[in-house]
């Protein structure tokens, strides 16, 4: 029960977060003229992302006793968010996976943005260690723009009707947790008339996918 809450809270946070981030983003293309970000600006801004969201986890998994006064980390909360938080990330990851080879398999136009596998894998180490990092460091939970997320996520979260919508998104935001893991343990039925795949054939397509996006 408890890590059921725990799911869908984080759920409900996760939700938040992404709705004031795609403001934040929108305001962002304002300033630079709606150009397509540059390769090193497009994941120096999901660098930044990445660890505010595994700032606003560790945060909820995290109490303080003023009697202390001290931070007390509660590892009910603490491991299996931060498991969470990391399945949450590579689903996304996963996703986009699945995408290109969408784009690529039936020749579609990809979205104008640089993409890079390399760094991809690069933010799921930084957001472990950024967890990490928190965990010997609790006091960074206290930067400013850290607690600006935390404030408007916990208003959001109250507002009568958006507040709403997001349960909404937590609640499916479980279920789909629920899915994903079933099918990573489902057994896989063996594949028919199947042909030796080329190991470099996935290589090359992420090079040319590079290519194009930047």
Not at 50 to 78: E, H
Not at 115 to 132: M, R
């Amino acid at each position: 029960m408890i890590l059921l809450s725990l799911l869908f809270k984080l759920g409900v946070r996760f939700a938040i977060f992404n709705f004031i981030w795609f403001f934040l983003e929108l305001l962002h293309k304002m300033l630079t003229g709606m150009r397509p970000p540059f390769l090193a600006e497009f994941y120096l801004i999901k660098a930044m992302k990445y660890a505010l969201l595994v700032g606003i986890t560790f945060t909820y998994c995290l109490d303080f006793a003023p009697i202390q006064p001290t931070y007390v980390l509660d590892w009910q909360k603490l491991v299996p968010g931060g498991l969470i938080l990391m399945l949450y990330l590579l689903g996304r990851f996963q996703k986009q996976q699945e995408q290109l080879q969408l784009f690529a398999r039936f020749q579609m136009p990809m979205q104008q943005r640089p993409y890079s596998v390399k760094l991809e894998l690069s933010l799921l180490l930084f957001a472990a260690l950024v967890f990490v990092l928190l965990y010997f460091n609790p006091h960074l939970t206290e930067i400013a723009l850290l607690q600006w997320f935390e404030k408007n996520i916990l208003s959001l979260e109250k507002a009568f009707l958006l507040g709403f919508i997001f349960q909404v998104l937590g609640f499916f935001f479980v279920i789909g947790v629920f899915v994903r893991l079933l099918n990573a343990f489902r057994p896989k039925p063996p594949q028919q008339n199947s042909t030796p795949q080329d190991p470099d054939q996935f290589t090359d397509y992420e090079e040319v996918s590079d290519q194009h996006l930047e």
